[in-house]
């Protein structure tokens, strides 16, 4: 049985997990790597009638006119993507950046506009027309692949963060604000996810930035029947800890401090040097160990901008913890990865589980996907195994 | 409800993690401490009728002649217990060293055995000779602190591998060969066991000798109805690797290579110096690897004694795999452990366990135990939150 | 032939610092330890007519009225200082608490000011006045234990960054300044530092607060004929970096980010969770690196303040560096440190040094001293060998 | 003024230290790449004449037939050379593979002599023969490219260590020993340097194999007037220990333990994994902390080969020292360094170097080269930075 056509549309198309994400479905659908890191390749999920690899047509939205192929030898530059896939998927590339169209700029903060070039963003009087033109662009895109449903998934860089308590809770009053540039206190990722909830398409929010994650948008979803989640994925430091302090806990270890160290050098990391992405991002990586230990240990995380480390993140943790007669003892852990080779496997595997998640009439927050994401919406468990259990479940209940 | 009152027998009552143990019951007792590290002070064994700490009264068999509190001195000169905790629980230590007895020395190595006192062991005739005294310590115990039952645990330091090819699969054979030293094949710490299980008292092995892990030990258990369980207890880097190598499965990530270097200077060290008392050892920490990844990575474990570091073992694990497109990543752990402050609050929680468990009128072996041990005897699965999935059920179960 | 008398003024007395000195000398005097860790204490000193232990005698100021005692017994408390040996000297800690008199405060910052005692600093009208309160302090201790010369050492928590830009250059101008609160803008390090060099006694600052390291101070201790020198004691981090840093250099390796992570919780730790403090500290810790390499690559260096640690220092440091044919590679480096116990012997070893050179009849700065400073005073060289041969080639020199 | 013309005849022409010099080498001359990791590109050595990298014909033996690309690829693959530089040098790594001539075996253990194809060694009656054919090859490239002399550079795998104690003392003696292959004790390295010094060329012994440390080769050299020296490249974990072991005697902290744990996965990797061996080398690696120390603390080498980890050796050391009272602190490395990569341009800067002594005069033992090996010979100061001083003193001479 054919699998259904599905568009996966990237917002934040030209940066460095996009890329990857389109040189690695180009270099699986030809064969030329195995399938390694793709959850959703794994045998639990071979009934469950996911999207095939050649059925994924990707396209998307930036801010920047530089070509996706442009970023991929950056990242094999920094020997995160191997060069001759680079060089083998060129023609993907290609057929990919023909697929991006300028993007939205509203409240962005001024790292990410200055990053963005003249011209290449939607100009419009207010959110509402903003709004309006992703709708034609996710629907153009639709049209041209004859698909039967077009993933909306958000990997731009970290907005600041929204000052949500001013938002207003219902969706009609939200609606509102949208008409004028001046009473929108939401950002660009929010946009886009009402631009993807009113036309009934999946929407995925994989960096800290708001997107979906408020009453309003809930209920727009609802309303909808769409499905949508977020925030944050969980490709790195955070997966560690998700999986590390339960450990502590099924112990009854105390853990009294846990110091987390990150610096890496790609465009992501240059945005977070400004002071008012940071702290958006902060925050997400660091409110899980009360949730899992039930008592707040001291936590400092901190992102630093190293140039020289291009796209790879090392992270350096520092766990200190109290055993048996209060014996204080050590934990550290280095992890040098690189962030758009854990993001990118992902975010295929998000948008075809969004995908059928959407095709089985599901909607709301997909809280069984919460083991993808550092801040989870829909507030499971922290506890990365048994967020797991939750997917499994599901993968139970959609084999066909 | 008293609790029933419970003995636990320490082979090896004057090492490290026993006599840790006792000083971490007297303190638990006297309120000096927090119940930190003792995961049956967790709320889900709140209702499961667990013996009362001051229910739990201590005993067991050594090799060596100096007192308990010599070894506590040794653990606070190197911060692995705290001094003043030490201090005040002296007198219990004494009372504890009052109920040592002269233990079992049979083909237990040159190592171990050149660290025994002269005299301080069981002459016997013959191996069957050496278990009924020890049956009569155990039923002198029993009969001088009106035990309900005694738990033997075995904490003593690693024998070299028995080869357990060589062993009678029937109860009735392996019997037979108990009545000479020559015939006798099996180790001192298989003798225990024997003992434990003819009285039908539990059995628990926390090292990596063989104790009653073959078949006609399990046969004589199921016999007599008695419960046992073993080897290896988890107290470090094989903890972090049962967790950490699901988390590799379950992102689907490849694990190429992980190294384990293990460093520490306790008597454990000293015996592990001695190559062929390592070989066990290696081999209980090396295989789990295999069973939670579904293929063979190149795994390494490697111990070594440096004398400097006392009871405190560093472990450095570098792991090194393949993310998405193959590209390389790596993660390196330091896990700095003082390892008898590790084990003895597993020592104390086995004991409330296993005696729960044959109260109950369970016998063979705990397999729902399988979380406390590097190589669970009985088969379960490898991946740490699945084992302890088995004993939240188990808790769940023997509610009162 | 005796030694002569000689007095260690310690300002901060009962912090840290100067309570592990304390202890470490009478310990030492009643030979309870071995001399490690005390550079003095190497062959090539022996005949260098240093102060014997015996003959130093200590006293100080603070702004805290606990006892010596409290510090020694939290040290103990956190595995930096032996117990043992904290209760063998405790008469010695008594009377060296006899010695200390209340400090001074003066644009000290509110973090500083909210850890003085009530009523426990030297009250007057002007910093002039507090000036000669301290100075009749140094007589009064130099005369009653009939000292040769006292030599001053500062050991208390880091001030804000004095605004130098702003002092006066000329002595005879900033002299004028400290007539008035108002007009002087030097904080109380240098107000110390006055008082020593008036009276022509060795001035040493162990701390990045700026001390004497001004071009008024430097008149004013070349005029009376006083020796001096600071800043900031090279005890963990920087010391590894100025030895590491040269070997890039010399094997023309090219260093493109050094990265270093420093956290620890004792009151240091605490004041230099003020951004303003820390600012000072963070500029001595790095400015090396480019002395050393001759380029300047990325530094990033933070401090953190973590409770659970007390007096350990854990340093994190990522060094990123390119080898032949631009070849990425990596060093890193974890420093577990007891902050105090590094700094103490120092502390001991500068006090006989300055002493020393003050009985030789040297005048200015010691920069033969640079071996022991993060920002060594008079400018040399920032390689750690190179600054030590300064001082072997003093020792020869000063050998009687 | 023209440099005089030079060769390099690499001994292992075909591994990955040869290749990668010869890759850098043309690299360099092209271009295409920034002298870093060159010691001969430092300022010191601007006046001194050497060999300009155009002057330098590289040549050599090997006992394997596969070319240098495939070495030079693998490399590649393995992120250790940039893959745009292999390119770009192959036709240089052609060209240096048509003067690679098949190489000695003679007592090299079964695992090297494993590796050799078949038939591509030098045959001869007796080492006297073997070595007769290695000087006509030596004689041949010289005069093919005319050139006025020829370093021979051992970067062979490691030999079995050879039983020195059975040599004979005086050359005239060993060379008897030469006739026949059973009377002649002395390995394949011996036998290259033999060649080398009747010829009274330079020669340079990167490895841990004897070369032509031993008493009667150094009477040949002194008779010859050749200049030599050896052993085992310092690239690595003992370049830092070399580093920072000074730093704790010049601060008279006492290392207690140095253990250093190194995984790697290239050919050498793969010898080195045969215990005969690999005994050679970690003697060599641990030597010189009781020649710093001037006492020996426990230490322990190990060196795995872990096959992921290819050309990237990853070495991670633990320093458990004690402080002042005696307090425990512990530093922790770890280096990720890419073996090859460390090592080639050290091979070139020797070859200009001996290069330049051998047309200056100077004769036997290179001392002021001892900075660039684990185990000088001649027995200079195991201090790198005083050894880097003697190169000082030698370029500060050696300027025209």
């Known amino acids: 049985m054919p699998s259904p056509k599905t568009g996966l549309w990237l917002i934040g198309a030209r940066g460095g997990v996009a890329t990857t994400a ?20 794994l045998p639990m999920f071979a009934g469950c009638g996911l999207t095939g690899w050649p059925d994924l047509v990707l396209g998307g939205h930036d801010i920047r006119q530089a070509p996706a192929a442009e970023t991929a030898e950056a990242l094999a530059a920094s020997n995160a993507i191997d060069r001759d896939l680079v060089d083998a998927t060129l023609p993907d590339l290609d057929r990919y950046d023909g697929e991006v169209r300028p993007g939205v700029l509203h409240r962005s903060g001024s790292t990410i506009e200055g990053l963005a070039d003249e011209g290449f963003s939607i100009a419009a009087d207010s959110p509402r027309g903003q709004i309006e033109q992703v709708k034609r662009d996710l629907r153009d895109f639709q049209a041209r692949h004859k698909l039967e449903r077009v993933v909306v998934m958000l990997v731009a860089s970290t907005e600041p963060a929204t000052p949500t308590e001013l938002l207003p809770e219902r969706w009609r009053e939200f609606d509102a604000t949208l008409e004028n540039h001046s009473t929108c206190l939401a950002r660009a990722s929010t946009l886009y996810a009402i631009a993807a ?143 758009s080779a854990l993001a990118a496997p992902l975010v295929l595997d998000l948008a075809r589980l969004a995908a059928r998640s959407a095709e089985r009439g599901e909607s709301g927050e997909l809280t069984h996907l919460a083991s993808f994401f550092k801040s989870p919406q829909g507030g499971p468990t922290a506890d990365f195994v048994k967020q797991y259990d939750l997917l499994e479940s599901w993968a139970a209940g959609a084999s066909l």
């Open 22 to 41: 389109a040189v690695g479905l180009a270099a699986v659908r030809r064969g030329l790597t195995r399938p390694t890191a793709l959850v959703t390749e």
């Open 197 to 339: 909830l009113e036309l009934a398409q999946p929407f995925i929010n994989f960096t800290p930035s708001l997107g979906s994650d408020c009453p309003a948008l809930r209920e727009l979803a609802t309303e909808r029947g769409a499905v949508h989640m977020g925030r944050d994925g969980k490709t790195g430091e955070t997966l560690l800890k998700s999986v590390l302090a339960p450990m502590f806990a099924r112990r009854n270890l105390e853990v009294m401090s846990w110091v987390g160290h990150n610096i890496f050098g790609n465009m992501d990391g240059q945005v977070l040097d400004d002071p008012v992405n940071k702290a958006a991002k902060v925050r997400s990586k660091d409110h899980l160990l009360g949730e899992i230990l039930g008592y707040d240990p001291q936590t400092l995380v901190s992102i630093e901008y190293i140039r020289s480390l291009g796209d790879w993140k090392t992270a350096w943790d520092h766990v200190h913890f109290r055993g048996f007669l209060g014996t204080p003892m050590t934990l550290q852990l280095t992890w040098q990865g690189c962030d």
